[in-house]
């Protein structure tokens, strides 16, 4: 907890380089800090009696020596809450916190976390928080929605538990949604895995929109593994390409496929790529899937340019719904990335549906679900209200 008499200098921005940076300043000395240093450009303007919101121009000034031209924007009435745009760059950003800090400012140790956006309730503050990690744009949608939508759609689920005590149905629609949001703002892992010369990492390179793998006609060209992120339907994941298996392994192909089973153990969704054309795939079948060791997989039958002529019936049941594909025409991959999408939990997610996407307020009242009626009103209000 900071300590309420002092005033806080925040770096908003990341350190290094970059056009702008961010300063806030909170306390109860914010508004003295800054007016010290800051003269405005226009003679008429002032910031002490600026209205909330609006954007002052002027320099920055440290014992009367110039450091930079900065914008200068009031937050509140009381004067608490002041923000600094300066010139990005380590050394501008520096010299103009080291001017606040000599005057009695306190620099905030908080690295990689925002607490002092101009929130207002406790969602609010958790969606801003999470926003600047946000990888995907229905990753920035969702957090925002949830602003409006999740605080209304709590005020609802209480008035319900208050009313007739139906618990469980008024929380349960909020929870619904939970684990896929985990998976829109964290991501999740796809590993490419199968035999040699599937034709992995060309479908690696065709999902990730360039020729970030080296592909060949020699079995064993992939050793390490290689990966990229990508979206899914919005979802960021991280796409692995890894070497194939052998039936015969050199000691370096044997190292390369103890790494990629290593990956493979990880994923949240194992993409097995098979040679459709290869017809000896069936006998190794009962290998491959003792490989993947129970991960969730889903199969993709490749290289269908060449075999779709005499497509092979399959009538293994672990191949009836395989998405057949061609790396290298790009056929079919628009209903493999359709069904990855539905194995990643993106095809259904309703980013405007109330969720609660924190894990530990989740935790919480999944496990209060089945508990009194007040202690559930208790928790709701604790932590969201
Ligand atoms: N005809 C055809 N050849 C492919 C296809 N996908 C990959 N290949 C070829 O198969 C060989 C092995 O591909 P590669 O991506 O290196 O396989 P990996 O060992 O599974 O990573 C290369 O010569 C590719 O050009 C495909 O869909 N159709
Ligand atoms: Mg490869």
Not at 180 to 197: D, F, I, K, T, Y
Not at 260 to 273: G, N, P, Q, S
Not at 292 to 314: F, M, Q, R, T, Y
């Amino acid at each position: 907890m900071s300590n309420p008499s002092e005033t806080l200098v925040h770096v908003l921005t990341p350190a290094g380089r970059g056009a702008i940076a961010l300063l806030r300043l909170s306390g109860p000395r914010a508004l003295e800090l800054v007016g010290a240093c800051f003269r405005p450009r226009r003679a008429s303007a002032s910031l002490r009696n600026a209205p909330t919101g609006r954007l002052l121009y002027g320099d920055w000034t440290d014992d009367g020596e110039g450091v930079d031209d900065v914008l200068v924007c009031r937050i509140d009435e009381a004067g608490f809450e002041v923000e600094v745009s300066c010139h990005g760059g380590p050394v501008v950003v520096q010299r103009v916190v080291a001017s606040l800090k000599r005057r009695g400012a306190v620099v905030s140790a908080a690295v990689g976390t925002w607490p002092v956006w101009p929130a207002f309730t406790a969602i609010e503050r958790r969606s801003l928080d999470r926003l600047p990690d946000a990888k995907t744009e229905r990753a920035v949608r969702f957090l925002l929605a949830q602003r409006s939508v999740l605080p209304r759609a709590l005020e609802d689920a209480l008035r319900r538990i208050r009313d007739d005590g139906a618990a469980i149905e008024a929380i349960r629609p909020l929870l619904a949604q939970t684990d896929a949001a985990r998976r829109l703002l964290e991501g999740q892992s796809v590993v490419l895995a199968g035999p040699a010369n599937a034709g992995k990492s060309t479908l690696f390179n065709a999902l990730v929109g360039r020729e970030a793998a080296l592909t060949s006609p020699h079995p064993g060209t992939t050793l390490d593994w290689v990966e990229a992120e990508i979206e899914v339907a919005g979802f960021p994941v991280t796409l692995v390409d890894t070497a194939g298996f052998f039936d015969a392994p050199t000691a370096l192909d044997a190292e390369g496929v103890r790494r990629a089973e290593e990956r493979m153990r990880a994923a949240d969704l194992v993409l097995l790529v098979i040679d459709g054309a290869d017809p000896q795939r069936h006998s190794r079948l009962d290998d491959l899937w003792i490989r993947l060791g129970g991960a969730p997989v889903e199969v993709a039958l490749n290289k269908c340019d060449v075999w779709s002529a005499v497509a092979p019936v399959e009538t293994d049941a672990r191949l009836a719904r395989a998405a057949r594909i061609s790396a290298t025409t790009g056929a079919g991959l628009d209903r493999l990335i359709a069904s990855l999408s539905r194995r990643l939990g993106a095809a259904e997610f309703d980013e405007t549906a109330p969720t609660v996407f924190d894990p530990t307020p989740a935790e919480r009242l999944r496990e209060l679900e089945a508990a009194p009626v007040e202690a559930l009103l208790d928790e709701v209000r604790r932590r969201f209200l």
